[in-house]
């Protein structure tokens, strides 16, 4: 988030000032390093929350059509990016893998199958394939088909131009082009304090961990992209926005596996329907990754718990967050949660052999000896007026001089949108005048692709040969 907002920044208004602080000795070490996020490239292709079944059982592909919207205009700024230069080789950070879902059962194959009725005649969904036969399945993803039980119901749906993502090399390589361009990284850096002063402006206290240097900056505007840390610096800053807000840690694991002889049988990403009482980001999925050039497999992720807001914040967050204003939200979501503390129980009692077994409902011939436990990132769902939330959400002061993003999923995939958004709440008087430079870095800027299906299949076209994809 914050890499592409100072990347908008430094395009649209190149002679302001930029210095970014990180807690870590390196940036993308936390939500966005590759090994910590899905990296699908969310999209709804084949996430399935996204569109979930109304109690009379309708189907809305509203979200799902949202999220695919937004995601497109990540696609645009990157390819823009790699144009301008400011992003380097596109197979670094993005690649093609189809983006499927599979379902066992009468009852999720006879959604899956509504689901698909609805979203083929969506242009953004355009391409968009459906089987219940094993052995149209068995050509989309060998490992989902081999050993299955006969006589299973089952379904799956397929989209051919999916991808994976590095978001960590992303992030990277955007911070990169902004130190080339003049702003500053303080790495090493923890902000301890926000103040906001009588001309306006805000004081940033900050402390380098090594040495514990301490120092003080000025600055006309904030944005705190601090993952889970976020809601700590808001609360103290002291804006009356954030009053309420809470955040529930919640962290992962992936089974994970490089054997080659798998590895070449999988090309794929593949959701399914997430547990009763799991959050949205615990969707299990078996996953193609592409990580510094290396192809792997993952599967997950296994809810885990730590009060930890960040993998590497403190054992004391989930206690030092706690409010007057958020007290009584927090006690609702623990009451009212009972079915994700019971989902968050059953994840935790899992070991190493529970884990691979639960691989074995998609790969039937999964062994333990070929798959390791890998830690993934920690999430901080967002908790306000006494329900968990599972989305992401920008808390802005009514001035515009400070925002900060809360939430976890779709996160990444579309920092593009979410970024746009501040842009117009943060600097409403500037918007206007930048518009014809955000036309030139995302073309559908203002507009809806769905809506409009040739511009929607030139823009994607456009894309996949700027980021090198299949089309």
Known sequence: MSATLGTFLSELQPDWKITVFERLSEVAEESSNAWNNAGTGHSALCELNYMPEAKDGSLDPAKAISINEQFQQSRQLWSSLVERGVLHDPSSFINTAPHMTFVRGDKDVDYLRRRYEILKEQPLFEGIEFSTDSRVINKWAPLLMQKRVAGESFAATRVPNGTDVDFGEVTRQMFANLVDKGATLQTNTEVKSLKRMKDGTWRINYRRSLGKTPGEIRARFVFV??????????????????KGYGCFPIGGQWLMTSNPEIVAQHRAKVYSQAAVGAPPMSVPHLDT??????TSLLFGPFATFTPKFLKQGRLTDIVTQVRFGNLFSMLNVAFTNFSLIKYLV???????????????????????????LLQAGQRAQVMKGGKLQFGTEVVAHKDG????????????????????????????DRIEAWQPELKKLIPSYGEKLNGNPKAAAAEFAATAETLQLSA
């Open 225 to 242: 992209g601090a993952g889970g840390w976020a809601l700590k610096l808001l609360q103290n800053s002291g804006i009356p926005e954030i």
């Open 289 to 294: 990754r592409v990580v510094n050039g290396e």
């Open 346 to 372: 059953s994840e935790l009692a899992k070991n190493h052999r529970r884990k691979v077994e639960s691989l074995r409902e998609f790969m039937p011939t999964a062994k333990d000896a070929d798959w390791k």
């Open 401 to 428: 001089s400070i925002a900060g993003l809360l939430g976890a999923s779709p996160g990444a995939s579309t920092a593009v949108s979410i970024m746009l958004d501040l842009l117009k709440t943060c600097f409403p």
